[in-house]
């Protein structure tokens, strides 16, 4: 069963305009985590953010932020005044008790 | 630097020729992964280990076996490939099993088989 639904195959922007990643997820874990993970054209992971299931906090960093609503499963991603170095696959992930399980990502374009 | 050392990061091979892509971490960690990328199917795991000489299998092992001898090393083995194994392939390292570790990645092996 798919465990992490990132619906949006592929997005595109132009530059400076505002975007939003989905992520919806299921589990029947209490205490779980969820993750984002960027992939930028060169290949490589890098973690972005952590989230645990009993802080539904909302986070920002930069221009980046984090919208976590446990009663949707909902864990979604906004850029705000995206710029072409955003330009990346993102990758949304739940840790439960048997493992990390990622979602199929979604590919992020921002045109200058 | 702590971090995940994954080689080589491209590699062109022929069907059926055994191959082994390394794996090693500096970072004392626990538990380690294999995972593969494939277009619209996001990352799949292919092995993990908790620990040494502690393997199992993950989503999709077939085609792949795994060794773990030594705690930092975690090497992916194809012992007759197939072009359907061509992919991205990413090791990962966490602490351990507990909800709250991220993975750290390698940064990846770009496997093509003809």
């Known amino acids: 069963a798919q465990k992490v639904t990132q619906a949006q195959t592929e997005i595109s922007v132009v530059e400076k305009e505002d975007v939003t990643l989905d992520c919806v997820y299921e589990?029947?874990?209490?205490?779980?985590?969820l993750f984002w993970y960027k992939q930028p054209p060169s290949g490589e992971l890098v973690f972005l953010i952590r989230r645990n299931s009993f802080d539904e906090q909302n986070e920002i960093s930069g221009r980046y932020s984090w919208n976590f609503q446990k009663s949707t499963s909902s864990f979604n991603f906004t850029i705000t005044a995206s710029q072409v170095v955003d330009s990346a696959v993102y990758f949304c992930?739940?840790?439960?008790?048997?493992?990390?399980?990622f979602g199929a990502g979604t590919r992020l374009t921002v045109k200058p | 630097e702590a971090q995940v050392t994954q080689n080589p990061r491209y590699l062109i091979t022929v069907t059926g020729k055994k191959l082994t892509v390394t794996c090693s971490q500096n970072?004392?960690?626990?538990?380690m992964s294999w995972y593969r990328q494939d277009p619209g199917l996001g990352l799949r795991q292919i092995y993990y280990s908790m620990n040494v000489e502690v393997t199992d299998k993950g989503d999709v092992p077939e085609g792949y076996k795994v060794s773990r001898k030594e705690k930092r090393n975690f090497p992916l083995i194809l012992e007759s490939p197939s072009p359907n194994q061509t992919s991205l392939y990413f090791c990962?390292?966490?602490?351990?099993?507990?909800?709250?570790?991220?993975?750290?990645f390698g940064s990846g092996t770009r496997l093509t088989v003809v």
């Open positions: 970072m004392n960690h626990e538990y």
């Open positions: 589990t029947r874990d209490t205490t779980y985590y």
């Open positions: 992930a739940l840790s439960e008790s048997s493992d990390m399980r």
């Open positions: 990962a390292s966490r602490p351990g099993v507990g909800t709250s570790y991220g993975y750290t």
